[in-house]
């Protein structure tokens, strides 16, 4: 079937203005709540004196000890789901002890995103991995620092860390990460257990 070129320009024009949407989407935050707490409201929780310390807590290293089924796993998973809304670029890996426990956590996730009432991933989410429209990613890894060594991340999330094996290799690796997204300066890189959050 031989088409017109008045059709062929008006779906080039359809598809620029909406790459161009897209574009303009990405800079701007998906999202209206600009307090993680309020944003933990918004998704119909109330937060705990000790869930809102850790949702306001701006540490480089945080470790929540808590008692079981205490709620840590929902407030980090609402914390980095926040910055990935919010932050353009975001690049968030979740971490456990097992795959299985990394993806169960994602999971968590993905199934908050059905409260907000708007769709904010590009494209369909994946079995472990949530593409952002703002260019954020929340993605599942295994417990295996060759793989964390070779990411570029903003954050990584360490569920059930007390269960987690070669955790010095994996704490060397996540710092390697997180200075990845920055350039140091070779003094900086030299000192050893220096590490800050990328922004």
């Not at 937060?47 to 079981?68: G, H, M, N, P």
Request: glycine fraction near 6%; avoid cysteine.
């Amino acid at each position: 079937m031989i088409t017109s070129p008045g059709r062929k320009i008006n779906r080039y024009y359809d598809n620029f203005q909406s790459e161009r949407e897209r574009d303009e989407a990405s800079s701007k935050p998906l999202i209206e709540q600009t307090d993680v707490v309020e944003f933990f409201k918004h998704l119909g929780f109330q937060a705990t004196v000790y869930q809102e310390k850790l949702l306001r807590d701006k540490s480089q290293f945080i470790s929540a000890r808590w008692s079981r089924q205490s709620g840590k796993s929902l407030a980090m998973a609402v914390a980095v789901l926040f910055n990935a809304l919010t932050r353009q670029g975001f690049r968030a890996a979740i971490v456990g002890p097992s795959k299985r426990q990394s993806l169960k956590m994602v999971d968590k996730i993905s199934r908050l995103l059905s409260r907000l009432g708007r769709d904010v991933l590009e494209g369909p989410p994946r079995k472990g991995r949530l593409a952002f429209r703002n260019g954020s990613v929340i993605e599942a890894l295994p417990n295996n620092p060759d793989t964390i060594r070779g990411e570029t991340l903003n954050v990584v999330v360490l569920d059930e860390f007390a269960y987690i094996e070669h955790d010095k290799e994996l704490y060397d690796a996540i710092i390697f990460a997180s200075w990845a997204s920055h350039s140091a300066p070779d003094s900086l890189r030299e000192q050893d257990g220096l590490g800050w959050r990328a922004s």
